[in-house]
Each structure stands twice: as structure tokens, then as C-alpha cells.
């Protein structure tokens, strides 16, 4: 895919510092935004986006079209209402979508490619808060986010505490387990056997790894549903025939589902970015960021907390949240928590649920 | 990999029918034996692989030198006496361990590769049973399988009730869920992504898809472990290093066993067979065999079952054994179950697991 021009960019003015090491100059951060900011500019939320989202959160998608990825939870009189709230939200660094990334033009004036520094977490936060900065937001209302969103939640409260007075993270962990750096490998390991990914140097070759990516974001897109979804939806259920056919093709309704997740993935979302994004992920582990207790990331917060897990999540289930729950509460912050029940696993915060609305309604106030 | 020659093999008289409705001529069933068969044939019982396994059950892997895959389970004194039992394993059709499948020749004289005809479950078993015959075996003291060998062993049950007193099936399902087909149409996306797999044309070709198979089986391995063993055995632990090397290299112990997976996998087995043999398993529901209702399957068996899940097997949980527990007792048939509590998910069935061999032992007899 081609990167997409943004509608709204700032380059920030400050080379951003990178947990690598490096620092990183001249860096784009490409978002959107939603409801007036108010003149004191207290009413600004920040909501952050999942690995394949992007800051797209209540507007068309301009490469797909599609409706943006939380237009039922944020909007003129929906949850997070944009009648009240200034939202905001910015395609994160490493990402595809107009900021800084590895399609982006390094100094040299090629793409950056594999030649772009591992980012991390904490580095998108960065960029983040960097644009607050440059927006002259000093004090979020809220800072929102499911899954990786959650991750920047958290980790924009741990490292920025005084920018954000609620913070409420959804569907997430304070850190990767083995379980979920594996099934990221599995997909990075994809991308890169495809002869297409080229090393990475793949950006004008007319060749792209999208067979690589496919197969990563398929095997992904299971980790995202529950079994019992899974089952409820597809079944054995064939598709668009009366028997088997004793071949390959897709003769489930299951395997249909996610070769079209599958390759419409790639015609949105750059490969070397998906490489850098579920990096940074699994190099999550906000305890180790803090001498490697928990409640120290959270030590002193002044801010309100909101943790929400689903019963049917197996990718970051609720004993992860519980995890920062009990962090939160040893850190003496204000935290509340619920899990909601669910049928569909990790992608329940993008559904349709009403009991989410409620609690996030009545978190942001 | 080349096909390795098995020491035991026998070619079918017969043509084998198959569920797809054509028959297969010049059937070989590759096959290994343990103990001494009885005079009156009585004391045999046939262990049925799993999906990426083989004959060896008990004795050295041609290929890769190491131990059978379930040494501890087969041999003298051993749980499975070989001692006293005589004991059968064969290479399933589709296979590639000398069992006719992909790589075999077709009448033809070129390599089926993907004009193998899709084979079914039953049709392994059919192919076991003629095996049977062969050796003048007529009835079998036991079958015995886990995952996909417990498939083989309710199959055999099914449908040929006659031919096993006691069958014995751990970690396994009567038919496979949406969860299950999805990640094998992702393993299989993986291979067929790979173009050194040239439409399974590669025999010969000095080029296989080497890298897609890895893939494939990462993504699979995965689902064979627990969470909780994941996290156990590896957690966030960094492989060979002290700290992150922000790169793409394998920095987590977990990426680097799992990669270890993949490309050992790729030395021992043929990824036309791991697209037939998945492909088998997706197909599988003993129910829709027998008119939709599982009992029907069992309807008036004599022989005796036993059921084995284990607590933390989330491919084939719990109550996928439950499942066909109340068809065995909806059909009147002798079951006994039990879950066991083991750490390792799937995959505990051929680990070390003492409750296991008294299980295996006491029903055995």
C-alpha cells in the first residue's frame, strides 16, 4: 500500500528520544481530531489506537472507506461525546498511516525500512505527549485506549503522570506474555519468509509481501476471537455449497472468513510497519520500565483509573488486568475495575455492547 | 526431506475406497511392531499417530535419530507392555514415513504432490484396518490414540465396531471446531504462500517450501502449550543476552524455541502432507458420518472406552471428551473418563505424566 496523506500532521519540533538509544528527528505525527477543544483546553481526550488501527477513530477510513474503527463509542452523543470532548488521535510512530515510519523518507532521502530504530511502547507515548505539546493540551481529561491503546493508557500515565486526569484502559496487560510474543513471532516470521518482503526494501520494487502479511494477520485474527465466538459465528458451517468438496479451497465458512481478513489487511496496512508495531508490543513490559515492580510505574498518581477486561479475551485476559488492578492499588491510586461478559474475546471492545458504553460514559463523566 | 525407507511395510491387495469417492490402488502402510504377537493374535494393539507423527512410536526417528515419540508410554514394563502386548503403529495415508501419500508415485510414474486424492480420518483408519487384515489380525485388544490417534481410534470404533475390545482416546475430539480449521487454514495459507512450495509441484525441484511449513508449524506448536507453560518454561525470559537488542533478532526465549520448532520440523516432514493430513482433521465430525447424531456412531458397541482430557488443553478442551462421553453413554456403551491436571495443554499427552501411564495402564489391563 501507499502511505495515505493525513489530513491533519505535525512535525514535531524536538528530535523525539528513543528507549533504543537513538533519538529520532524531524518526526511526523499524523492524527485526528473530533468536538471543539474547549477554551481552556481542559476537554481534550486522548484515545489511542490497537496494533492495526490507526487515527481513523470516528471518520471514514481514506483507503477502505470503511466507517472509523470506534465510531459507535465516540461521536455527538455517544460515550465519549464529542459535543463535550475534544477528541484526539494520532497515528502512532512506527505506524502506516501518515506518521513517521519505517515507509517514511530516512535523512537520506530512501525509505527508512528495516534501517528504522525499534520503537517501543513508551516511544509512541512520546510522540504522543509530543503532540499535546504542540497542540498546547498540558492536561488530558482522559487518555483511552484498548489493547495496545490500553498499553499507551498506561504507560502515558506511568511516564507522563501529570498529563492525563482519568485513564482508561481496555482489553489490555502491563506486559506481553510468552503466549502473545509467540503468536507475534509467528506473524513476524511470515511477513519476513516471503521473498517479497526483500529484507524489507520492498517500498517502490512493485513487490510487496502481502501473502506474508496475510497469513500473519490470519493467524492474528484468531487470537482476537474466542473459541466459543468462533463457533457461534461459523461452526462447521460450509461455504456457499451442500458438501465438502475433497480439496482446498475454502469449503468452511471459517477459512472464507479469514482469507478475506486476510488480504484485505494488506491492502491497508504496511507490512514493515506491522513488523515494528507488534515489536513494540511485545517488548511491553511496564514493571521492568520501573525496577521491576508494577506499583512503582504508578507510585504517586494523582489519577483516576478505570480497568475493563472480557470474561471471553484469551489474548490479554482478565487476570492481566487484575494484574494492574492490584499495581494500581498497592500504589494507592484511585482504580476501578470490571470485567464484562462477552462472547467474542479480545475484539469485544470494538463490538457493539452496551455495558462497555455504560462503564465508559460514566468514567469520563 | 527425502522419504525415508521403513523397515515394515505392506502393499494393500485391495483398493482402498475413500470418503471422496475414489478408490486408491497399490496402497502402502508403513508400519512398525513391538513385542511378540500371541499365538491366538489376541494380544494386539494399534497406536495411532498424531498429526505430525509417525510409526516410531518406540523406536529410534530414521530421520532425525532421536527416541520414538512415546517411549515412555510403549516398551517393556512400560505402561503400553511390550512385554506382553503386541504392538502396532503405521504410518497414516497422506503421511511421509512410507505410508503412500503426497510424495508417493502415482500411477503415473511422477509424484501425486496434490493430485493425491483428500483423504479423510476414516480413510486412514480404513487403511489400518486393512493393515490388520494383512497380518491376520481380527480383533485388537486396544486402539489407542492421542489428538489425531484418538481421532483414528473413535473412527475405528465407529466403524469398524468389531475390530478393537478396548479403545482408548486421549486429548482428542469428535469433530474439529471453527477454532481448530482456522488455524489450519492458516498453516496451510503459510505453505501455499511459499513459492518454493510451486503448487506442491517441488519434488525434485531442489526447492521446498521450507519456509512456509516453519510458519505453519510455529503457528501450531503454539496451540499445543498452555499459557501458563508458555510463561512457566519461558515467561519474558531473554535468550543468550542481557538486555533487549532492539532488533529483529530472536531476543525472547520463546521466539527462539519456536523458530527451533519450525525449521527442525521442516528436516522430517513433507508439507504436502501436513496440507493433506490437516486437511483430513478439518474434515473431521463422526457425528455428520452417522446421520448427525454422535451416539449413533457408538450404537451398539461392544467394545470398551476410555476417555482422557487433559485440564489445560485448550485445542481439544475438556468438554470435546464430555462430548463423546455422553454419546457413549447415550449409546449404552462402557466409558470411563478422566480429566487430568497437567500444566503443558496438549501437548501433556506425551510428556512425562505419571496419573497418565495409570490411566493408560489400568485400562489396558
Not at 500532521?9 to 528507549?19: A, F, G, H, I, N
Not at 503468536?183 to 526494501?201: I, K, S, T, Y
Request: charged share 20%.
Amino acid at each position: 500500500m501507499a502511505p495515505a496523506a493525513p489530513t491533519k500532521r505535525v512535525t514535531l519540533s524536538e528530535p523525539l528520544p528513543l528507549d533504543g538509544g537513538q533519538s529520532l528527528a524531524g518526526v511526523e505525527v499524523a492524527y485526528e481530531t473530533y468536538g471543539d477543544l474547549a477554551a481552556d483546553r481542559g476537554n481534550a481526550i486522548l484515545v489511542c489506537h490497537a496494533l492495526t488501527g490507526d487515527q481513523y477513530v470516528a471518520s471514514d477510513h481514506p483507503v477502505t472507506g470503511k466507517p472509523g474503527w470506534w465510531e459507535r463509542m465516540v461521536g455527538p452523543g455517544k460515550p465519549i461525546d464529542t459535543n463535550r470532548f475534544h477528541v484526539i488521535c494520532a497515528n502512532v510512530i512506527g505506524g502506516c498511516m501518515g506518521s513517521t515510519g519505517p515507509a517514511s523518507m530516512a535523512p537520506d532521502g530512501k525509505p527508512w525500512a528495516m534501517r528504522f530504530p525499534v520503537i517501543t511502547i513508551r516511544d509512541m507515548v512520546r510522540a504522543e505527549v509530543a503532540l499535546l505539546d504542540a497542540l498546547g493540551i498540558e492536561r488530558l481529561h482522559a487518555v483511552v485506549g484498548g489493547s495496545m491503546g490500553g498499553m499507551q493508557a498506561l504507560s502515558l500515565a506511568a511516564n507522563f503522570p501529570e498529563r492525563a486526569a482519568r485513564v482508561l484502559a481496555i482489553a489490555t496487560t502491563a506486559r506481553h506474555s510468552a503466549q502473545n510474543i509467540a503468536f507475534h513471532e509467528v506473524g513476524r516470521q511470515a511477513v519476513m519468509a516471503d521473498p517479497d518482503w526483500q529484507d524489507g526494501d520492498y517500498y517502490g520494487s512493485g513487490r510487496q509481501p502481502d501473502k506474508g502479511l496475510s497469513v500473519a494477520r490470519m493467524a492474528a485474527h484468531i487470537t482476537y476471537l474466542s473459541e466459543a465466538g468462533l463457533t457461534d459465528k461459523f461452526g462447521r458451517n460450509l461455504q456457499d455449497r451442500d458438501s465438502k468438496t475433497f480439496g482446498f479451497d475454502a469449503d468452511f465458512q471459517v477459512e472464507s472468513y479469514l482469507r478475506y481478513q486476510g488480504s484485505g489487511f494488506t491492502q491497508r496496512f504496511d507490512a514493515n510497519s506491522y513488523l515494528y508495531i507488534t515489536r513494540a508490543m511485545d517488548y511491553f513490559d511496564l514493571a521492568e520500565e520501573h525496577g521491576g515492580r508494577l506499583a512503582e510505574a504508578f507510585a504517586g498518581s494523582k489519577a483516576r483509573f478505570c480497568l475493563v477486561s472480557f470474561d471471553s479475551d484469551w489474548l490479554y485476559p482478565t487476570a492481566e488486568s487484575r494484574h494492574v488492578v492490584h499495581a494500581l492499588n498497592a500504589a494507592g491510586a484511585a482504580v476501578s475495575f470490571v470485567e464484562l461478559s462477552a462472547p467474542n474475546g479480545h475484539d469485544s471492545f470494538l463490538l457493539e455492547h452496551p455495558a462497555l458504553d455504560r462503564v465508559v460514559k460514566g468514567f469520563i463523566g
